[in-house]
């Protein structure tokens, strides 16, 4: 939905085929971590992002379940962590999408895709028939069981299973019975909270291997069974309103895009839904095809500027793997771990330093691969968000010059202005030039944003411009 919204925005025809009829609230993702919420606010989705307020540039979080876990964004940003169920962001950026022109196909599925040299060719199934669309470029964002991504022959890493979750949103006959929070037992783990109504939220872990189908439906009494069996004690569950089976079960596809076909979120990498990072990179993801595929689409690319999404996202969502991977080992029930967890307590919650495991958590550690010849260390990482004054004395910021979707060359300081400018006049249809005043502490005279926020240049000096520019944007337009 959110990559369809974005291809809204760049004015492409873009079609978006989904088996569903409506949203379903069925609780899957409920937070959203900073890095996300920071690039969905450079692309103007102001409706979903947490309020501010005076002290909210921190938030505790957790990890493998051991609290204490502060999370810092920087000022001007959005709060760094936010409770939003996923099916009103899915809502929300399905209203962009059709407000942009995007075509809704619900109740539609994607069932076969084939590929020629210059085409992805779809066959799409409905209640009015089966009907086939050809595109330019197809992205999969069908899920973790995604079928374009087996058809297009991608190959993946796959590691089995090895925990075994239920998650129910029901009702106990005692509240008391259930604990509230991350609870830690000799044979697993329970995860509860209020759900409103009487209901509670409550996820049962264990981790002596897989049931023997994964698939079957899970009933109440399971939920109730596993749930007593971790907490040593009998638990009475009355009704439920959503029942649900997850596991550990990690896939990374070995690429994440094939000629014209792009694979996004959970089609391409899937872990262990612990510290609540699949949606955001989900977000990421979306947020980084957009544009480049905007560019490709009207020839205003740079040569393999669409490679670098493989790049780019497929070692982020590595990255998230492998710190599942590390908590899942943490929540082990197995004695053997107490002193490691004790030992990530102390760090977690005693060490003031604690910023790489945040930066992990909330992908602000995320930084790209430079591009440019000589590049300056600013390149691949994001531009934070600060207020600015435009030279004729408008005031404005990073965010809200950034929520055009168009790159952006911001100049400041007495050496930038005219040179910088003559030596990027050619793409000026592509970039947005905005010279603003020096006092903005922008980190070089210099610097050319990509449109998700990630710098893609930056230099006081205006020699190199030309050949970034096209490395990005490709010849003069
Ligand atoms: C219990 C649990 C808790 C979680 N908590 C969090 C959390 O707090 N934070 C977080 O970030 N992540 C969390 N996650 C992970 C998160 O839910 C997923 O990462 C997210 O749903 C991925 O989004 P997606 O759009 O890639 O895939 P999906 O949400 O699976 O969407 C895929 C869509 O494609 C459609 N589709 C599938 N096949 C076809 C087809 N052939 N044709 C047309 N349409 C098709 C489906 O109907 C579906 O709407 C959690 C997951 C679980 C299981």
Not at 316 to 323: L, P
Not at 412 to 429: K, L, V
Request: with cysteine; net charge neutral; aromatic share 6%.
């Amino acid at each position: 939905m959110l990559l369809a919204a974005e291809a809204g925005r760049y004015g492409l025809r873009t079609a978006l085929v989904e088996t569903a009829a409506s949203t379903s609230d069925q609780p899957k993702a409920n937070t959203v971590h900073a890095r996300a919420l920071q690039s969905l606010a450079r692309h103007g989705y102001r409706e979903v992002l947490p309020e501010h307020g005076a002290s909210d540039n921190t938030a505790m979080f957790h990890f493998a379940g051991i609290d204490g876990l502060a999370i810092t964004s920087p000022e001007h940003e959005p709060p760094p962590v936010a409770k939003c169920p996923q099916a009103v962001l899915e809502r929300a950026f399905e209203q962009h999408a059709r407000a942009r022109g995007v075509h809704v196909l619900r109740g539609c599925r994607a069932t076969q895709i084939s590929r020629t040299r210059d085409h992805a060719h779809l066959t799409l199934q409905s209640e009015r028939g089966s009907h086939r669309i050809s595109a330019d470029y197809v992205a999969a964002a069908d899920g973790a069981h995604s079928s374009i991504r087996e058809q297009m022959g991608f190959t993946k890493d796959f590691r089995a299973p090895r925990i075994s979750a239920l998650l129910g949103v029901v009702r106990f006959a005692d509240p008391a019975t259930a604990p509230a929070g991350w609870h830690r037992t000799r044979r697993g783990w329970t995860v509860a909270r209020d759900f409103g109504n009487g209901y509670t939220l409550i996820r049962a872990i264990t981790f002596a291997g897989t049931p023997p189908d994964r698939r079957a439906p899970v009933t109440l009494g399971e939920l109730q069974r596993e749930a007593s069996y971790i907490l040593g004690r009998d638990l009475k569950m009355t009704d439920a309103l959503h029942l649900r089976r997850f596991s550990d079960v990690s896939t990374l596809a070995h690429r994440f895009l094939d000629g014209r076909v792009a694979l996004v979120g959970d089609a391409a990498h899937t872990h262990f839904p612990i510290g609540g990072q699949g949606l955001s990179t989900g977000i990421q993801d979306a947020l980084n095809l957009g544009w480049k595929l905007a560019h490709c689409i009207r020839g205003t690319a740079g040569k393999d500027l669409l490679e670098t999404y493989d790049e780019e996202r497929r070692q982020a969502a590595q990255r998230v793997i492998d710190n599942t991977r590390a908590q899942a080992v943490l929540m082990r029930p197995d004695p053997e771990l107490d002193p490691l967890r004790d030992l990530f307590t102390g760090l977690i919650r005693h060490d003031k330093d604690q910023n790489h495991l945040a930066a992990a958590i909330s992908a602000q550690d995320t930084r790209y691969a430079p591009r440019t010849k000589g590049a300056s260390p600013l390149e691949g990482t994001f531009l934070s968000n600060r207020p600015l004054v435009t030279e004729d004395g408008r005031s404005t910021s990073v965010v809200e010059l950034l929520t055009e979707g168009r790159p952006l060359l911001l100049l400041s300081g007495p050496g930038a202005d005219s040179t910088h400018r003559a030596q990027s006049r050619a793409w000026n249809t592509v970039v947005r030039t905005v010279s603003v005043r020096p006092d903005a502490g922008l980190p070089q005279e210099a610097v050319l944003v990509r449109p998700d926020g990630y710098v893609a240049w930056a230099c006081d000096s205006a020699d190199s411009l030309p050949e970034a520019l096209r490395v990005w944007f490709g010849e003069e337009p």
